[in-house]
């Protein structure tokens, strides 16, 4: 198959700045549209991530991002998936291209998040998952990120030291990163001394809500080739939802799906996540020389590992006490500081984990370059059963 | 507590509290998969697609299948009593249906009280309480800890 070709990657940091989302994403757009020595108005597509906000703007980004940059009637699409948000749009302007619909388009996400718990939209709504697990339980989202951690510990012995070495080395990671919002170092002893936000995870284990924003001019390999000589590539999305059925609780639902009257899938819904864009990338885990995942929680991290075939079932702690994904080991995982030096920024999120391969693959990662990279996977989940994965190539 | 008040489920539709507490989910008389919350239009069991599904209540027992606390206020819509305590959530696997349903752990039941694999039992508790009624929720217990809770 035909690929798609990054040509330019932009962010503004993240940090709690106390702007409008759109004023990120304008930021991001033009670095991005700078990186790619293409001028907004070459631009045929824009694919926006939307913002969750009660009033219309953040529900209808592509739009309101192309009116910031100025009306040219390009074509427009306005996309959400939870955290899978940025991948959606990414897709939407990728089959686009391969479609022979257009040769150029932009891809922005960007969000001000509010402070502390993400919470549902105001109102009594008893048929939202989202509403009732807070109103009869009080499930925040690291609720399900303790569920998940204490479960690692009882089936594979994780320690709460090695959920922490998980924030020690991508703190160690964001350090070097101008766009990552906190560049401090953290140590084990002071991560388990942060207060317990849902056992076994500490405060220092979660990750923050962030303001944010990234995005990227992607482009057919035709158009590409009149502008650069080496390129880096989409080889693979997966926007999926989950096989029924699904055996894990997953937010924001209060119960799992039954397996009493259908057997398991083959592979998890986070398994299936990577693997189907491992699939259509034609590319094996083995060959990766890094990955970004999304470590909403330090514990997640390891789960990760399994899920995306870094290791097999049980084998993530033996990953993170050998160093092999820390930059310098075997498979890097989070070079760019990862959530835990960024935070959330929703609709970003996804977009700025293929920006970060980018800048790897091209060499322009500086002190937090993973050397010699070639081949690169992002994954994630979000709410409501959205989970994505992309695969960088160069 | 007033003893002039009724207690009733604080979301109509999900559980009963007579005679005892119970979760109400639904099951599918085809292929045999559970809901809960109860799926009242079509199995989604994508190879099955039946529109044949009853009412039922879900066992009252299970094992834990994890668990953890929430030590910092939830936002709203939860209603925190005041002053905050913080409480543990417990996933329970239901050996029957086949699934796990999560819940708030009954008040006083710390994450250091339990194991992944203890037998928990379904209780109710209090959640808030309005002018006229007691708003009561559903609860997981270790065992032992639900039949001290019924006696009371
Ligand atoms: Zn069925």
Not at chain 1, 66 to 92: E, F, H, M, N, R
């Given at each position: 198959?035909?690929?798609?070709?990054?040509?330019?990657?932009?962010?503004?940091?993240?940090?709690?700045?106390?702007?409008?989302?759109?004023?990120?994403?304008?930021?991001?757009?033009?670095?991005?549209?700078?990186?790619?020595?293409?001028?907004?108005?070459?631009?045929?597509?824009?694919?926006?991530?939307?913002?969750?906000?009660?009033?219309?703007?953040?529900?209808?980004?592509?739009?309101?991002?192309?009116?910031?940059?100025?009306?040219?009637?390009?074509?427009?699409?306005?996309?959400?998936?939870?955290?899978?948000?940025?991948?959606?749009?990414?897709?939407?302007?990728?089959?686009?291209?391969?479609?022979?619909?257009?040769?150029?388009?932009?891809?922005?996400?960007?969000?001000?998040?509010?402070?502390?718990?993400?919470?549902?939209?105001?109102?009594?709504?008893?048929?939202?998952?989202?509403?009732?697990?807070?109103?009869?339980?009080?499930?925040?989202?690291?609720?399900?990120?303790?569920?998940?951690?204490?479960?690692?510990?009882?089936?594979?012995?994780?320690?709460?030291?090695?959920?922490?070495?998980?924030?020690?080395?991508?703190?160690?990671?964001?350090?070097?990163?101008?766009?990552?919002?906190?560049?401090?170092?953290?140590?084990?002893?002071?991560?388990?001394?942060?207060?317990?936000?849902?056992?076994?995870?500490?405060?220092?284990?979660?990750?923050?809500?962030?303001?944010?924003?990234?995005?990227?001019?992607?482009?057919?390999?035709?158009?590409?080739?009149?502008?650069?000589?080496?390129?880096?590539?989409?080889?693979?999305?997966?926007?999926?939802?989950?096989?029924?059925?699904s055996s894990v609780i997953e937010?924001?639902?209060?119960?799992?799906?039954?397996?009493?009257?259908?057997?398991?899938?083959?592979?998890?819904?986070?398994?299936?996540?990577?693997?189907?864009?491992?699939?259509?990338?034609?590319?094996?885990?083995?060959?990766?020389?890094?990955?970004?995942?999304?470590?909403?929680?330090?514990?997640?991290?390891?789960?990760?590992?399994?899920?995306?075939?870094?290791?097999?079932?049980?084998?993530?702690?033996?990953?993170?006490?050998?160093?092999?994904?820390?930059?310098?080991?075997?498979?890097?995982?989070?070079?760019?500081?990862?959530?835990?030096?960024?935070?959330?920024?929703?609709?970003?999120?996804?977009?700025?984990?293929?920006?970060?391969?980018?800048?790897?693959?091209?060499?322009?990662?500086?002190?937090?370059?993973?050397?010699?990279?070639?081949?690169?996977?992002?994954?994630?989940?979000?709410?409501?059963?959205h989970g994505s994965s992309v695969?960088?190539?160069? | 507590?007033?003893?002039?008040?009724?207690?009733?489920?604080?979301?109509?539709?999900?559980?009963?509290?007579?005679?005892?507490?119970?979760?109400?989910?639904?099951?599918?008389?085809?292929?045999?998969?559970?809901?809960?919350?109860?799926?009242?239009?079509?199995?989604?069991?994508?190879?099955?697609?039946?529109?044949?599904?009853?009412?039922?209540?879900?066992?009252?027992?299970?094992?834990?299948?994890?668990?953890?606390?929430?030590?910092?206020?939830?936002?709203?819509?939860?209603?925190?009593?005041?002053?905050?305590?913080?409480?543990?959530?417990?996933?329970?696997?239901?050996?029957?249906?086949?699934?796990?349903?999560?819940?708030?752990?009954?008040?006083?039941?710390?994450?250091?009280?339990?194991?992944?694999?203890?037998?928990?039992?379904?209780?109710?508790?209090?959640?808030?309480?309005?002018?006229?009624?007691?708003?009561?929720?559903?609860?997981?217990?270790?065992?032992?800890?639900?039949?001290?809770?019924?006696?009371?």
């Amino acid at each position: 198959m035909s690929q798609v070709v990054i040509l330019g990657a932009g962010m503004h940091p993240w940090g709690k700045w106390g702007k409008s989302f759109v004023e990120y994403g304008v930021k991001a757009a033009e670095l991005a549209l700078k990186d790619a020595g293409v001028e907004w108005t070459d631009i045929q597509f824009v694919a926006g991530g939307d913002t969750m906000r009660n009033g219309y703007p953040g529900y209808v980004a592509g739009a309101t991002f192309a009116q910031a940059l100025g009306w040219t009637g390009a074509q427009v699409a306005s996309c959400y998936g939870a955290c899978a948000t940025g991948a959606q749009a990414i897709d939407t302007a990728r089959a686009r291209i391969l479609a022979g619909l257009c040769d150029v388009a932009l891809v922005v996400g960007a969000d001000a998040a509010p402070k502390g718990f993400f919470k549902p939209n105001a109102g009594d709504r008893p048929d939202d998952p989202d509403w009732l697990r807070f109103r009869l339980l009080g499930a925040t989202n690291p609720t399900y990120f303790g569920l998940w951690a204490r479960r690692r510990m009882e089936l594979y012995g994780a320690t709460p030291q090695d959920f922490a070495a998980v924030k020690v080395k991508n703190a160690r990671h964001g350090l070097e990163n101008p766009n990552a919002r906190y560049r401090k170092e953290s140590s084990v002893e002071e991560v388990l001394a942060s207060p317990i936000v849902s056992d076994p995870l500490h405060l220092l284990e979660i990750c923050a809500t962030s303001d944010g924003g990234a995005a990227l001019v992607l482009c057919s390999e035709a158009f590409a080739r009149k502008r650069a000589t080496e390129f880096i590539k989409i080889a693979g999305v997966s926007t999926v939802t989950p096989s029924y059925p699904s055996s894990v609780i997953e937010m924001p639902n209060l119960a799992t799906d039954s397996w009493a009257g259908a057997a398991l899938p083959e592979r998890s819904f986070r398994d299936s996540i990577a693997f189907t864009a491992y699939e259509q990338a034609g590319v094996d885990p083995k060959d990766l020389d890094l990955a970004e995942v999304y470590d909403l929680s330090t514990a997640l991290e390891l789960d990760w590992y399994e899920n995306i075939g870094l290791c097999a079932q049980g084998e993530a702690e033996r990953l993170i006490r050998d160093g092999d994904t820390a930059v310098g080991g075997r498979i890097p995982v989070n070079a760019s500081g990862g959530l835990a030096c960024f935070g959330e920024a929703v609709p970003a999120q996804a977009i700025a984990q293929v920006c970060e391969l980018t800048w790897q693959l091209r060499g322009q990662a500086g002190a937090r370059q993973v050397a010699g990279a070639k081949l690169g996977v992002t994954a994630n989940q979000g709410l409501f059963g959205h989970g994505s994965s992309v695969v960088v190539s160069r | 507590m007033s003893e002039t008040k009724t207690r009733v489920p604080a979301v109509p539709g999900l559980f009963t509290l007579e005679p005892e507490v119970a979760l109400v989910g639904s099951r599918c008389s085809d292929c045999g998969s559970y809901f809960f919350p109860r799926e009242q239009v079509v199995c989604r069991n994508p190879r099955c697609r039946s529109s044949h599904l009853e009412a039922c209540e879900l066992s009252r027992a299970g094992k834990l299948w994890s668990f953890t606390s929430s030590a910092y206020k939830p936002p709203p819509p939860f209603v925190a009593p005041e002053p905050f305590e913080p409480f543990a959530l417990a996933a329970v696997e239901l050996e029957r249906e086949k699934l796990v349903v999560l819940g708030q752990v009954v008040r006083g039941v710390l994450p250091e009280a339990l194991r992944v694999g203890m037998p928990m039992q379904l209780t109710s508790e209090v959640l808030e309480e309005s002018d006229s009624q007691v708003l009561m929720v559903w609860k997981w217990a270790p065992s032992g800890a639900a039949s001290i809770e019924a006696k009371r």
